[in-house]
């Protein structure tokens, strides 16, 4: 029988939903200091070191979910218009980067940022920031893409002016209105699951921080399997458990976001799922954000998230993202990223 936290049915998950084995405390009395849903939320984690996901208990019922997100930051683009965001590699060392690590030449960077260039190789940080916003797409294997759990469809636009033939996949029809609107996309409103989408009929898959809203995200990971063709690739964001911003604090920690965040992944545990649904792993990173300080300090002060001050904790922000693109070059600290990033192949 469900239960009810505040007018949200929930159901106990006492145990692993990838291995089932029963589950230990990680945190108790979580609140959500985001976006106002009431109630106290509890994380279990894993303890088998071959697994080591960290899940709600209990966990909202899928029916209910869409209450989570009734004031959410995809009911708006206030963060940037339409315009800016088709634009957004047009210049600069954006344009810079696309170009020469991931292979949009037809950008046309001019010779004096071959130098620019260089640098950019020679630092990584160009690179990763520029490859998670296209999600490590390479312009060689531009085709058709879906992007799951799409939002306002920002990153569809983005994608679809770098070449890319775009579809987007949102459960929630706000957002989803907002995107086809907006952007002119085409937009399915519903799960992957339900989708009409052929057989084999896509290049990519993206997930960018979606699977740790999903209640059944290995379903969702075997629909990406069947819509993907052969050699086709899958892209997963998602927080790490296993961070140095969750080691540093804690409860507060960001990528946290109790009760939408319904599971959490290690390396270990998404490495784990993924397999689990039929691919190959052609890699997994990690990726820092200097975001992470400023929301995790935030949340820490009970500061809104939506009502920052301009420039909130900015130096110590770039001061910690320094920091840890320090320590995550170091072997024994490589999976201390902030954001996990896999790349999967349909063999």
């Not at 998670?132 to 893409?145: D, F, P, V």
């Not at 995790?296 to 998230?305: D, E, G, N, P, T």
Request: aromatic share 10%.
């Amino acid at each position: 029988m469900d239960d009810d936290i505040n007018g949200i049915r929930v159901q106990a998950r006492p145990t692993c939903y990838l291995c089932n084995s029963s589950g230990e405390p990680l945190y108790k009395g979580l609140e959500d200091n985001l976006f106002g849903i009431v109630g106290s939320w509890n994380l279990n984690r894993c303890p088998r070191s071959d697994c080591d996901l960290a899940w709600l208990d209990p966990m909202p019922i899928a029916e209910d979910i869409v209450k989570l997100y009734e004031r959410y930051l995809t009911h708006s683009l206030t963060t940037s218009s339409p315009k800016r965001e088709i634009g957004t590699a047009s210049s600069g060392i954006k344009k810079t980067s696309l170009a020469t690590e991931f292979g949009y030449n037809d950008l046309s960077p001019r010779l004096w940022s071959a130098f620019r260039a260089f640098l950019n190789r020679r630092s990584g940080v160009s690179e990763e920031l520029m490859g998670s916003r296209i999600s490590r797409l390479h312009a060689l294997e531009r085709g058709r893409l879906v992007d799951v759990g799409c939002g306002n469809g920002k990153f569809l636009a983005r994608m679809r002016a770098l070449g890319w033939d775009v579809f987007g996949v949102e459960p929630d029809p706000k957002a989803a209105q907002i995107g086809r609107e907006a952007y002119g996309l085409t937009i399915y409103s519903g799960t992957l699951e339900d989708s009409s989408f052929s057989l084999e009929s896509f290049d990519a898959v993206t997930m960018a921080h979606v699977i740790e809203h999903l209640t059944d995200p290995l379903s969702t990971l075997k629909a990406a399997r069947r819509i993907l063709k052969k050699g086709g690739y899958l892209l997963i964001h998602t927080p790490n458990l296993s961070s140095l911003g969750h080691r540093w604090f804690g409860h507060h920690w960001r990528g946290l976001e109790p009760p939408r965040h319904l599971f959490l992944f290690s390396p270990t545990a998404l490495l784990k799922i993924v397999r689990m649904a039929g691919f190959d792993i052609y890699d997994l990173q990690t990726i820092f954000a200097d975001s992470i300080w400023n929301e995790s300090s935030a949340l820490k002060h009970r500061v809104s998230l939506q009502n920052l001050p301009e420039g909130y904790a900015k130096r110590s922000g770039h001061l910690y993202m320094a920091f840890q693109r320090y320590i995550t070059g170091w072997p024994l600290y490589r999976s201390w990223g902030e954001q996990l990033s896999v790349v999967a192949v349909k063999a």
